[in-house]
């Protein structure tokens, strides 16, 4: 009876009500109620107690003590910054990597091989400016002979024919047959520069190639990182080689 009593006395009182900062002191802002104190209070401890358990890591931390992530990690602006690793790799590279299939790219580096064959087959390499020249070394028993030395001679060929690496008749050849081909120096020349487009052509299908070839092995290295086997970093990754791992070996059925 007097628990009903206490009820029915608490819903006709008058509601209490926290006051409001007086006129007198607007200037000091909002007047603090015991909500506001008690988040005020906890956040202040809770600061108190990040402070001592970073003092006391401090006491008890070891000068001498070492983590391989120190390596990977440098301070900027008194915080701990993970340093960025630099990929080894061209923006066509990238660009080719993250759209197209490592099978698309054998596909065409294959080609590209095929091509070049094709090309060395048709231009032999004889006159090539880029191929180490050959060296051809004449013996003799005296210092005179040396003196006297003419490779036109030695040659038996026409001293105009010399400087060739290729199609270079003797005299006695000229003297029996005719000259084939062409023998005007306008056409000539026109001949040599078709010859040296082709073997720029060439030089760039062989580099085309190489890259195709590096690409083709760094998309492997990346697919080949998604095993969870555990691996090793043996070497690291350059523009024209990929990243190579050293994998645990594991026994499969």
Do not use: C, W
């Not at 009593?5 to 909002?30: I, N, V, Y």
């Not at 299939?101 to 054998?106: M, T």
């Not at 690496?165 to 000259?179: A, D, G, H, M, S």
């Not at 190639?209 to 350059?238: C, G, N, P, S, W």
């Amino acid at each position: 009876m007097a628990a009903a009593f206490r009820k029915a006395a608490k819903s006709r009182q008058r509601e209490h009500r926290e006051r409001s900062q007086p006129s007198f002191r607007k200037h000091l802002g909002l007047l603090e109620k015991k909500k506001d104190y008690k988040l005020r209070a906890n956040d202040y401890r809770k600061k108190q107690e990040y402070l001592r358990a970073l003092r006391k890591k401090a006491l008890e931390k070891n000068p001498d003590e070492f983590y391989y992530k120190m390596t990977r990690v440098k301070l900027q602006d008194g915080v701990h910054v993970i340093k960025e690793t630099k990929e080894e790799v061209t923006p066509e590279q990238l660009k080719l990597m993250r759209t197209q299939d490592v099978k698309y790219i054998e596909m065409k580096r294959v080609a590209e091989a095929k091509k070049i064959e094709r090309l060395k087959s048709e231009l032999h390499l004889l006159d090539f400016q880029g191929k180490q020249q050959n060296k051809h070394v004449f013996f003799f028993d005296t210092k005179k002979e040396v003196e006297q030395f003419d490779i036109a001679t030695h040659l038996r060929t026409a001293p105009e024919l010399v400087d060739r690496v290729f199609n270079r008749p003797t005299l006695e050849t000229l003297q029996k047959e005719k000259v084939k081909g062409v023998t005007h120096q306008t056409r000539l020349k026109r001949i040599a520069k078709e010859r040296q487009k082709q073997y720029n052509v060439l030089i760039q299908r062989i580099e085309r190639e190489k890259k195709l070839f590096v690409i083709a092995q760094k998309i492997q290295t990346r697919k080949d990182l998604l095993d969870k086997t555990r691996k090793v970093k043996v070497k690291k990754e350059t523009v024209n080689s990929p990243a190579i791992y050293r994998f645990q070996s594991r026994r499969k059925r």
